[in-house]
């Protein structure tokens, strides 16, 4: 699939997520997750119940200025997607965090990742008026490089600081995104 036929959605209250959408996004979740992916739950396998209860604490927290969920669509299906939350402190208010950042297995190669990212630039920099972002990164999966590619920088890491399973401890990527007004790097 191009990237060209992508579109994007977004939620900035609960309200705006209707049954079929919020089913979409579980089962987004379960499939990244038992797929090893780092989305929020490293110890799969995972389900329903598992997921269901974190989407929806995403979802009672969305507004407008502090918290939004980004939705990569391919025509109505479900594609990708990510949250982008601000705290509204006057002393870090001018960055955000993305948090649980996926793409559908079954599409990935496809550059919807990468398209994602860019259009969370956008949304982050023009609507939300913000300066910087942050993500916090599994290390060992290849992540660093992806984000890097976009221009992300590695600005530290928590070592060790995840404990996957006995004597598998990663590290915690901390990464950092200007957001000035030049366009993300292509790939």
């Known amino acids: 699939m191009p990237t060209d036929s992508l579109c994007f959605a977004q939620a900035t209250t609960a309200q705006e997520i209707d049954s079929d959408r919020r089913q979409a996004l579980i089962d987004c979740w379960i499939d990244v997750s038992n797929a090893g992916g780092a989305a929020g739950f490293p110890f799969p396998p995972i389900d329903q119940r598992d997921v269901a209860p974190a989407l929806d ?80 990164a599994r290390a060992g999966v290849g992540l660093e490089t992806f984000y890097g590619r976009l221009g992300w920088k590695e600005i530290g890491r928590w070592p060790g600081a995840l404990r996957l399973g006995p004597g598998d401890d990663r590290d915690e990527v901390l990464m950092f995104l200007e957001l000035g007004a030049e366009e993300m790097p292509c790939s």
């Open 57 to 136: 604490a995403i979802l009672e927290n969305l507004a407008p200025q502090t918290c939004r969920l980004l939705m990569a669509l391919d025509g109505d299906d479900l594609v990708g997607w990510l949250n982008i939350r601000r705290d509204t402190f006057p002393l870090i208010a001018h960055w955000g965090t993305l948090h649980h950042v996926q793409t559908r297995t079954d599409r990935r190669g496809q550059g919807i990742g990468i398209a994602l990212m860019k259009e969370a630039h956008t949304v982050a920099r023009d609507e939300m008026g913000l300066e910087q972002l942050h993500l916090a």
